[in-house]
């Protein structure tokens, strides 16, 4: 039972992001804010880190980019709470072979990332960047007053301190679903072991649903078969890029249109508003563009989080491509979707020996509008010559007109992209266990900056 204390510093929290929000009306307004803030994150957080002490007074120009890789190099340097990476990590991989996820070192949480991008993240969170985080999340997601009791049901890979802030006693309740456990998914997409959470869903009735895409499908696809039935009044797709076809049936299940929260281990870095649109937490974090490709809107997020105390995240470049809405009228940038990883950009081979990037959006348009976007798909692009495409799930079996269509597809997509085909070829979906993220386009090797065009 969360203290009285917590409770009234979060309800505290949450009316200050209200009050925050509320107040921002203008990009200029963003600006202040993030003057503002930064300018105490300099004396109280960046003037404690050995690693960054020397930057206090540099412009955020001049600080340098940093990528998992240099955050857990310099990672006992980089945090202000003097913890070595060697005993976070011991502390977060028990954790989850455990599951059990309360130990901490002090008041400090330790977290991991999924690793989807290769090493595994790291993550320090304090109490009191908890309860900050609490208030925050729920000004954003709550359908409805922090007054009015709520119930969430949360599936995620693996649970936190951070996560359960969010429970306030009888009147605020988190119900964590571990997606990893063989007793309620049972292990993998085949359906089995679904009673569990079936049972416990229909029965709490949640408010308010977040989970991975590939979960909400799977929760949707029961539903239509009548085997449950929940009615929350706001959906959240976290953690995995939410495919349109995914949404189109998610929304057509359940009446209600799924949302997006844009969090990881880096930060809480956007959510959608109340009109559905994904917009970036601008409000609390800076996130500078680095382009991938400008005039379609595509970039690399570099985030500066000048809310978090233990561990500085400052100029960090996340793997993720994002696409911009410009036609989107408001202080906060908005974003026409996540599009996905860096490696989720394939690359096509040219006349001249080069290679040309075919962004993961320009495949999925042209399954879906192939015979082969009638079923679940997975691409993965193994060599500049050669992508794979598993398809399915079972009783369909692929045959070969399966792969010709595919060759097909990949034949028109290289035409319009004045570059040649790879050849492909098209193979049974295998279906992943739940604790693996669904990543429906992938590529699976390396390209140097000498190589493209």
Not at 401 to 424: E, M
Request: glycine share 6%.
């Amino acid at each position: 039972m969360p203290g009285l204390f917590d409770s009234a510093t979060v309800l505290w929290h949450y009316l200050a992001a209200k009050r925050r929000l509320g107040a921002i009306s203008s990009k200029a307004d963003v600006e202040q804010i993030q003057t503002d803030g930064m300018a105490r994150f300099r004396q109280k957080v960046m003037a404690r880190s050995p690693f960054y002490r020397e930057y206090v007074d540099a412009p955020l120009s001049e600080i340098p980019i940093i990528t998992k890789r240099e955050m857990l190099e310099n990672f006992d340097r980089m945090n202000t709470a003097r913890i070595k990476l060697t005993e976070a990590l011991a502390v977060g991989l028990q954790a989850e072979k455990d599951r059990d996820f309360s130990p901490m070192i002090g008041d400090i949480t330790v977290g991991l990332s999924s690793g989807t991008s290769g090493s595994r993240g790291v993550f320090l969170v304090s109490k009191e960047e908890r309860l900050r985080w609490a208030g925050i999340m729920l000004a954003h997601a709550l359908p409805h007053s922090i007054l009015k009791p709520t119930r969430i049901a949360f599936f995620l890979r693996a649970n936190s301190n951070l996560y359960t802030t969010l429970n306030r006693g009888k009147h605020l309740v988190l119900d964590f679903y571990d997606i990893t456990a063989g007793h309620l998914l049972g292990g993998t997409r085949s359906g089995k072991g679904d009673e569990a959470y079936v049972d416990r869903l229909t029965r709490t009735q949640p408010d308010v649903l977040v989970a991975p895409a590939s979960i909400l499908r799977h929760l949707s696809n029961l539903a239509s078969t009548g085997n449950f039935h929940i009615a929350p009044k706001r959906i959240f797709s976290v953690g995995e890029v939410l495919e349109p076809d995914d949404r189109k049936h998610i929304e057509g299940v359940f009446n209600r249109r799924v949302d997006q929260i844009y969090q990881c281990t880096e930060g809480f870095l956007g959510i959608s508003d109340n009109s559905g649109t994904l917009q970036l937490n601008e409000a609390f974090v800076i996130i500078e563009k680095e382009w991938v490709d400008k005039a379609s809107g595509r970039f690399r997020p570099m985030i500066t989080d000048f809310s978090r105390t233990t561990q500085p995240i400052i100029r960090y470049r996340l793997d993720d491509i994002l696409i911009e809405d410009r036609s989107h009228i408001g202080p906060f940038t908005a974003l026409k979707q996540i599009e996905g990883r860096a490696d989720s950009t394939l690359y096509f081979p040219t006349a001249d020996g080069k290679l040309k990037p075919i962004f993961a959006d320009a495949i999925r348009q042209a399954v879906l509008a192939s015979d082969l976007g009638t079923a679940e798909y997975q691409i993965v692009q193994t060599a500049p010559d050669n992508i794979e495409m598993q398809w399915g799930p079972a009783p369909a079996v692929p045959g070969p007109i399966h792969t010709k269509t595919f060759q097909r597809l990949l034949a028109d997509v290289a035409q319009r992209h004045d570059c040649l085909p790879p050849s492909g070829f098209v193979k049974p979906l295998l279906r992943a266990a739940y604790d693996v993220k669904v990543r429906r386009i992938a590529r699976h090797f390396p390209v140097n900056e000498g190589q493209t065009r």
